[in-house]
């Protein structure tokens, strides 16, 4: 199994937007999406909708594979599924008990399977074939969950949005390298149809490690 971690330095940095422009352009990747429940009240204020909240308060982990559920709109798991999605599992879990949850949810794939996984806990438990963070351009905070998989990234991507200027993309980077991030910094801009140059350089990167023949040990 070959394994892709898509992580994010806050909410809201495009995770699935990066994810579903990968899972679009390479083909035959499944993705695995996981949500750490939160306790309490939504954070985001929008318990109707949040992907972050489980329905089930008592549930200590949930694995999602109905498509009827999966592909509700405005899921993220439907945008992996509208992506070209090999397969799409999502996973709903507590924070003591993601370790077990992971296990349960990739077994549910075939032990040959190229597996896009979205949420920083897999990052912060787990080692992948390579590791991802998404940006937002200005770089304004960054999470707990994310400063403790750094170490483990092994790209860097800013998401570029429209309107963003040359200048804020700049200083994100320097802000990176700031905070000791070595590894390789990506424009991208995943909502332009065109390839770019970066967008070619992402994709040939995946595919490199894609193609290794060794993958992770589960």
């Known amino acids: ?16 937007t990066v994810g579903a ?21 939504c954070p985001r204020h929008r318990d109707d909708s949040c992907d972050g909240c489980s329905p089930e308060e ?21 945008r992996y599924i509208e992506a070209g999605a090999a397969k799409v599992v999502w996973l709903q ?17 075939d032990d040959d399977a190229r597996v896009l996984i979205e949420g920083n806990r897999f ?19 960054i999470k707990r969950s994310a400063l ?10 800013i998401n570029k949005r429209p309107g963003v200027s040359k200048e804020l993309i700049e200083s994100t980077k320097v802000r990176l390298k700031s905070m000791g991030c070595k590894s390789h910094i990506i424009v991208l801009d995943p909502c332009n149809p065109d390839l770019a140059a970066e967008d ?5 990167k995946i595919r490199e490690v894609l193609d290794t023949p060794v993958g992770i040990t589960l």
Not at 1 to 16: F, H, Q, R, Y
Not at 58 to 78: E, H, R, W
């Open 148 to 157: 403790e998989v750094l170490k483990k990234v092994d790209l860097f991507i």
């Open 200 to 204: 070619t350089l992402l994709l040939n």
């Open 21 to 41: 422009f990968i899972i679009k352009e390479l083909k035959n990747i499944c993705a695995l999406k996981i949500t750490v429940q939160h306790e309490g009240t």
């Open 93 to 109: 879990t507590s924070s003591e008990c993601a370790d077990e949850g992971i296990s349960r949810a990739l077994n549910l794939f």
């Open 58 to 78: 008592n549930s200590l982990f949930k694995i999602i594979t109905d498509p009827a559920i999966l592909a509700q709109p405005g899921k993220d798991t439907a």
């Open 123 to 141: 990052l912060a438990l787990r080692d992948a074939d390579l590791g991802i963070m998404v940006v937002s351009p200005g770089l304004e905070k």
């Open 1 to 16: 199994m070959k394994i892709i971690a898509v992580t994010g330095t806050s909410s809201e940095t495009g995770k699935t």
